[in-house]
């Protein structure tokens, strides 16, 4: 039994690598039911996925489920324990924190980029997470842990992209890295570097002295004034020095 699950996995496994680029470290979401399965079939879930999945995996979780857990309180403290031991993944829920299942389906949205697995016992997210195309799923049944085969929609859309009618991320990533390796497309680091002002030195025209027309007129004048002054006194002393001489 043990060795049929395995190989269920493992073909499950080589169909996300090769349509949807999916690689170790295999990065598997965690909400609290799969915790909360996991504590109550006391599955090791360190030990015992790596060896089902036969490659390195990072157990991963968001600040959403574990607000979510919290606040449930004491009934679900051992599944808190576990996704408290997870690494916690940015979710785009930075101020108004949302349900973990509305969480873990927007890490997965547009394509799911970054090959996020999705291990859940909540059946709706599960619903919700199969009509996204290229996003493995995980479950707990019985006490063990199974990878659910790809869903309808993730087949269709694997059809669709090898008769042509539409382009997987996955390709699409490889396209552009390709594009960027033959200078067609500059990436990023040309964009900042491009996006960065250039260190300019000063405008020329603030260098300039300004010109000192105001302060030349003003000590013009100041002189013209002293000059008259000097005169008029001149005249005084003459005429003050014929009075006296007729006297």
Known sequence: ?????????????????????????YQILLDGTFCQAALRGRIQLREQLPRYLMGEMQLCTTRCVLKELETLGK????????????????????????????????????GNPHHYFVATQD?????????QPGVPLMFIIQNTIVLDKPSPKTVAFVKAVESGQLVSVHEKESIKQLKEEQGLVKNSEQRRRKKRKKISGPNPLSCLKKKKKAQDTKSSSEKKRKRKRIRNRSISKVLSEKQSVEG
């Open 123 to 131: 059946q709706n997210l599960s619903v919700k997470v199969k009509k």
């Open 1 to 25: 039994m043990k060795i049929t699950r395995q190989k269920h996995a493992k073909k499950h496994l080589g169909f996300f690598r090769n349509n949807f680029g999916v690689r170790e470290p």
């Open 75 to 110: 009934d679900l403290y051992g599944a808190k324990l576990i996704a408290q031991k997870c690494q916690v993944r940015n979710c785009p829920h930075f101020k108004n924190v949302v349900s973990g299942s509305e969480c873990l389906l927007s890490m997965v949205e547009e």
